[in-house]
């Protein structure tokens, strides 16, 4: 039998560095020995590596290291002219967790001759481990008592990581984190919150998938026992044959899923998905017997011996579901299939729907949380079932009350029409009789095999688009990719002409087919949820509703076969790719080359329609799938594998992260290589080899920061009809420039959770093709087959003009912009014939390096790389003796509308709306030695500027940055010729970005993840403050470089490649106070906190966990931060009350802010108080906080002699207060506090207060407080003598009377 998950890989010559971090933890192979990279008659050491994983989100790589040793004394030995391959012996096998660096610009941080290994495991030893583990066990259990050794656990197959933060981005990554304002939504089990024994989510913990073996164990090098097994499951023993054989039943055929950090779900040979609990005290216990034994959908229950066995087990299955393949269709793959983003909880009620399609609910109270799951069980026939599990768990104590599935809700085919339903008994002979590869036994009218029973299917899911792909191998055939019987198509008239064409459409599609090296599969989740919700639901009568594909991408045959499951990763979202495209990130068919293929979806939908309105998200009309797009792939990228020669022919092994797409792991001769994929938005070819040990880094070009969104808010009119006032988002996706409009949020605002939305664009209509696409398209019945000559393109960086009218799209990685007028496009959008005529537009430039809008008169200047001729002493000279070099030279252009008459337009003239003068070049200050780096617009154009010589490079690490306005005298006299711009103000630090408020007095610059804050009064130019914004994680990762920085009504929002952060500004109207910043993380993916809500001691917000791609800041919407991402658009919460009220004040609605102020709870008033003070709003703090500690309050009216509040305070409370302050600042020498209040109020002119407070020290009669009333009594004498004395001697009389003989000392101390 051979088993392709098996052997992943051959021979590998096995890196000393690699060697030398095995031996460290115990290897015996030696590393200084010429021999063990030679051939000899013993053999050849070299080193195989398996069941390669990335982290779903931290920097680390896990793998199987196997040192074997190839007998070449065994061929020799063997006959004259054999062909006879080596026979590898393993003589070590080592589990290696080892750390890189997402930045690989600082490769330099690690030590290469460690490896950067975490920690590794001699799977010599994981046996006994095991068998420990099973040694208490119950023979009732069914378990077979043999122990297991290397060789009986089989092959590793798969590796999972389950520490804390794989488990929250598995389990929880819709939900994000809950905001301490709502602290009862605490979700403890889920999170990982809790350390109790035996659970997942502590050190280093990893789910190992044998062949039929699942084990979950924990690694924590600090303890003296550093291996933990958490659970081994395995096959239970059963009689068989009227009692007289053993079998071995429920054998596990697919890796562990966690569901929650004590519950996982993995797949059966019976084909049932069984739910297992590793602690049994995390099951509530009012439930514990009722969950504590088999249950099943489609079967009797089992008998009561298995259920009280299950019972007396330290671990059980708590619940078993099997689909309607029945018991010979096993799963083989479990795919959780949550988005990134929340997408159920959208009402008031806090409800989850139990089932798409139905109209029951689950509903989460005061004692229960509801948590729904989407989960899809891929079964070794090509079938895959997608199921609904809703989770109930206990507040209080985080145990699991309930964990119910309902039937499968939809049901896809992954091989097309080949899919059938399993045999009702598999032929004994069928492993034995199998030839002809993946598809050589599906041509049969009967198979012989489940043609996955011996593969893993190769089954991604996006988190954030919402897409499953399924990937075919090589060689497949048309039935392998028509979906005919989902469609439920009438027959046809015999030859009738319909009945022709579907015949011809047949052939074409069979001659599309073939010659192909493979394809790939893609369901819209949220096109299946449409459909599933239009049907009734599924039950053991009804079947689930078998749901095509929404696209089919052909793959090149110069690609690797996709039967082996990390041959390929597909659907990778990365940035230089549309949001709408199909992806591939795959291996040449020799291994030298890492492939991105990739096909547009959007301009497929629009050419094969006669609509202008694109889809954005896949509609189905009345309940009905869309036609299957058929697409051929597009090569996108390449990147070179080193090879350790060219005789080499090792297959390497892809592991990447939907989650984080930018880098990949790739097996090489000479172990894992970290790839870098993508810069900003532009291509990578970087190569991180610091995990083999190696120095010689391929790095990457300096780091990009991308000069602005994806996504454009339109505010020159309405889109999406006449009258419609919503606002609009433009956007540009395979050369044709879209507009939507923005529906409201599904949610209000005083109800939403603080969750991450998904930002649904309406029905997008191309306002504008950039350049003309001749597609040919081909309807079929059922498909729509498109063929497009235009290369995938990467969407453009859109920026606005200050006065709207202007958009400029900017290739950064073509060096080529394009400027349209925004009123022209919107023209096309309300249909109004007047403008037909008039192209957007407006220029178009090449080589270009950078972009910068000035002013708000449509001014503009781009840096362009031009030619230009220097002497010897490295001044321009005269071209006719000079060297000709490539320089960057800032031009600056004017643009002008073009005015057309009425009947102009009518008689079909085609006009640009503006025309482009160019008015020159800049004089950069500091002659030809200082280079222009960078262009920054705003007021006054900024120019960020490297320093060179004649004969060296510019220094781009360190510069300057100049500002560049227009003098005085050209502004008065409308001079926009380049030679009127002078320098103003200071210079400063050349930044990454730089930002300007809509009232041009306020620039935030930003430099690596440090922000700086300016206040422009020309001709000042002063610093307000910085802060440093985007930090690393807790992993102490490299620092995030900001790339997005953008100021709304007063509030800073800043962005990091995946976080978004607010920066709140002090108060500005006074000049000689310190401007203070706040800075809080609105959204990260950068580590996961260590709990699910704050402190409740602690108001500072808490972030939303979501996986950000790249998120630009566009405006508010609904309530929330919208943000344009490579994946689309996202509404971040700003439910948090300090961050409205932050963002109402400094939008100078204070009375909605007040609000806001009244609903905090009283005991983070102290908090709010500080942080409205730093806003210069002590006034709503002292008038509108009535929960204020004494202290504070006292402090904030002497501080800003809020007399009155003072005094009311004294009038109404005064013997509270002086109980309470009686005891403060009582030091030798000092005023008390009671002293300070009294003399602070005798300052304002207030004795009646005093005298008030003078009585009300007398009545409470302390020493410490007679003292106090004496001080204050003397002092109103001085300023009233018939009061003062009278009070005096009450004071004297009183004291007499408590202490008669003291009273000489008593008065001797007040004098």
Known sequence: MQNHDMTMGTSLPLHPSLAAALTAHGSDIDVGSPSSQQQTGIGRKTSILHALSIHPSLSRVAYLAEDVASDFGARNKSKAGSTTSLQPTVKNSRLVIQKFDCNVENVSSFVPSQGNVIVTLNMNDLPQHINRFRQHKSKNTKISNQPF????????????????????????????????????????????????????????????????????????????HPVTILCCLEGQRALHN????????????????????????????????????????????????????????????????????????????????????????????????????????????????????GSTVTVSNATVLVLSSRLLTVCASGVAFLWQVDISIDRASGTLRDLNVLPPLARLDGLGSLTVSPRKSPSPTSRSTRVGGFWGSMTTKEPIVAPYANITPVVFYDPHRDQLIWTLPYAAPASAIVHQREFKLNSLPPNSPAAKKDVEDRAFVDKWAMYNGGFVKMWSMSLVDTIVKSTPGSSSHRPPPIIPPYATMKLPLSLMCASKPLSMVPGLACAPLPASSLSCLCLSKDGTELIVVSAPLTSSVAAASDDQRVPQSPKAAAGKPPKTIFIESQTCHTIPLSRSSEASTTPALLSASHLSPDSVAVTTDNGVAMVKLVNGNCWEYAIDYTLMGKINVLKPSASAVPAGPIHTIISGGPVGGVGNNRPGVLFVENHSVLASRLGSSRSSIENRRPTVEKVDLADAMVLYQLEKASYTTRDTRISKIVSSPLPVTSPPRLIPSPSGRYLCLLWEGKKKYDILHAGSLLVRETGDVRGQGVSPSCDSGDNVLSFAWIGDDDQFAVLRQVEVDFGQDGEVADPDTTDTKSRPRVELFKLAEVEVGAAELAGGAGVAAATTVSVGSLTVRGGDRVVPQVLFGGPALCVGCSITSANTMPDTEEGMAYF????????????????????????????????????????????????????????????????????????????????????????????????????????????????????????????????????????????????????????????????????????????????????????????????????????????????????????LAIRDLNGLSLEVLIDLCIKYERTSELENLINTHGGQV?????????????????????????????????????????????????????????????????????????????????????????VSSVN
């Open 149 to 224: 050794t290397l060789a009986t656990l089989g092959a590793l197959k798969s590796i999972t990581f389950l520490d804390r933060d794989a488990l929250f981005w598995q389990t929880r990554r819709k939900y994000g984190t809950q905001s301490n304002s709502n602290v009862s939504d605490a979700v403890l089990d889920v999170n990982a919150n809790k350390s109790y024994k035996g659970m997942m989510g502590q050190c280093q913990c990893l789910g190992l998938q044998f062949t039929s073996v699942l084990v979950i164990l924990q690694i924590d090098d600090t303890n003296s």
């Open 242 to 357: 009227n009692g007289k054989d053993y079998v071995t039943q429920h054998v596990p055929s697919s890796a562990a899923l966690p569901v929650t950090n004590s519950i996982i779900v993995y797949g059966c040979s019976d084909g049932a998905m069984r739910f297992h609990s590793l602690v049994p005290s995390m099951i509530y216990k009012s439930k514990s017997d009722a969950f504590s034994f088999f249950e099943s959908s489609s079967s009797s229950p089992t008998d009561e011996s298995e259920a009280k066995a299950a019972k007396n087990s330290r671990q059980a299955t708590i619940k078993s579901v099997r689909g309607p393949n029945g018991r010979n269709d096993p799963v083989v793959k479990i795919v959780n299939v949550d988005p990134a983003y929340n997408e159920n909880y959208h009402n008031e009620q806090d409800t989850v729907p139990a089932h798409i399609g």
């Open 964 to 1179: 560049y306005s227009r003098k005085s005298g050209a502004i008065m006299e409308n001079d926009d010729r380049a030679s009127t711009y002078m320098t103003v103000g200071t210079s400063i630090p050349c930044p990454d970005l730089l930002a300007w408020d809509d009232d041009g007095l306020l620039c935030a610059v930003a430099i690596g993840s440090r922000v700086a804050i300016y206040l422009s009064d020309p001709p000042k130019f002063t610093l307000l403050g910085s802060v440093n914004v985007v930090g690393g994680s807790l992993l102490g990762e490299a620092e995030q470089p900001i790339i997005s920085l953008k100021f709304i009504h007063g509030v800073l929002y800043c962005s990091g490649p995946s976080s978004v952060h607010v920066v709140f500004l002090g108060n500005l109207a006074e000049d000689d106070t310190v401007c203070e910043l706040d800075t809080y993380t609105i959204a990260s993916s950068r580590s996961v906190p260590l709990q699910g809500t704050d402190s409740p001691d602690n108001f500072t917000p808490t972030p939303v966990i979501a996986s950000l791609a790249q998120p630009h800041i566009l405006t508010y919407h609904s309530g929330g931060l919208l943000v344009s991402s490579d994946v689309g658009l996202r509404l971040l919460p700003l439910s948090h009350p300090l961050i409205r009220i932050g963002t109402l004040l400094a939008a100078n609605l204070t009375e909605k802010a007040r609000k806001w102020i009244f609903d905090t709870p009283k005991a983070h008033h102290d908090f709010l108080a500080q942080f409205l003070i730093r806003r210069g709003r002590a006034d």
């Open 1218 to 1306: 002086v109980k309470e302050i009686s005891s403060w600042a009582r030091e030798e020498g000092g005023y008390s506090a009671i002293s300070a209040i009294g003399l602070y109020m005798l300052g304002k002119n207030k004795i009646d207060c005093v005298t008030r407070l003078v009585g009300q020290l007398i009545n409470c009669g302390t020493d410490e407080v007679l003292v106090d009333a004496i001080k204050l009594a003397t002092l109103i004498g001085a300023l009233d003598q018939n009061g003062g004395g009278t009070l005096v001697r009450s004071v004297i009389d009183y004291v007499n009377q408590k202490h008669p003989a003291n009273q000489v000392t008593l």
